[in-house]
Nanobody, 120 residues
Framework: QVQLVESGGGLVQAGGSLRLSCAAS????????MGWYRQAPGKQRELVAT???????HYLDSVIGRFTISRDNAKNTVYLQMNSLKPEDTAVYYC??????????????WGPGIQVTVSS
């Protein structure tokens, strides 16, 4: 059984910083890509940032220069450093692990989500 556990969310003032972490646990052989999505009230879930096992990254345009995704492959953990936060970054942030290989094959997993609130 694979589980994703997110941490690091909370309330911060505009201009502040937060660091999200997501650890994947279970009998995992490898993970292709890990990433973060977010969903604000009344809006669709959107991709924030992803990182492959090789370190290639992709970002939502509005977070480029402010957010940095990183990954520790040995710990099956992905991080999202969020700087210069804006009220429009307020959302529930979801961790995603794509192409997780276990004894049962390869599939996609989601974390339960963690709230990030940026006050103006």
């Amino acid at each position: 059984q694979v589980q994703l556990v997110e941490s690091g969310g909370g309330l911060v003032q505009a201009g502040g910083s937060l660091r999200l972490s997501c650890a994947a646990s279970g009998r995992i052989f490898s993970i292709n890509a890990m990433g973060w999505y977010r969903q604000a009230p009344g809006k669709q879930r959107e991709l924030v940032a992803t990182i492959t096992s090789g370190g290639s990254t992709h970002y939502l345009d509005s977070v480029i220069g402010r957010f940095t995704i990183s990954r520790d492959n040995a710990k099956n953990t992905v991080y999202l450093q969020m700087n210069s936060l804006k009220p429009e970054d307020t959302a529930v942030y979801y961790c995603n692990a794509d192409g997780v290989l276990t004894i049962n094959g390869r599939r996609n997993y989601w974390g339960p989500g963690i709230q990030v609130t940026v006050s103006s």
